[in-house]
């Protein structure tokens, strides 16, 4: 994994941290939520979190 791929992959996993805890906080809803997720796997293109169900969405 090059320090690029890395950089995204820590970015969209913070980044998902804070919308889940939106989410926990009904700041955001359901649906919202796998709206915004599916933005950010667009725009950090995790290599390892696209695959693979961490436990920021538990």
């Known amino acids: ?3 690029e791929a ?3 992959e820590c970015h969209y996993q ?6 889940k805890e ?3 906080k009904g700041i955001l809803t359901e649906e919202e939520y796998q709206h915004f997720k599916q933005k950010m796997l667009k725009k950090y ?3 390892i979190s696209q ?3 961490l436990s920021v969405d538990k």
């Open 1 to 3: 994994m090059t320090n």
């Open 6 to 8: 890395l950089q995204k």
């Open 14 to 19: 913070i980044t998902m941290k804070y919308a």
């Open 22 to 24: 939106l989410l926990q």
């Open 45 to 47: 293109e995790p290599i």
């Open 51 to 53: 695959y693979i169900d």
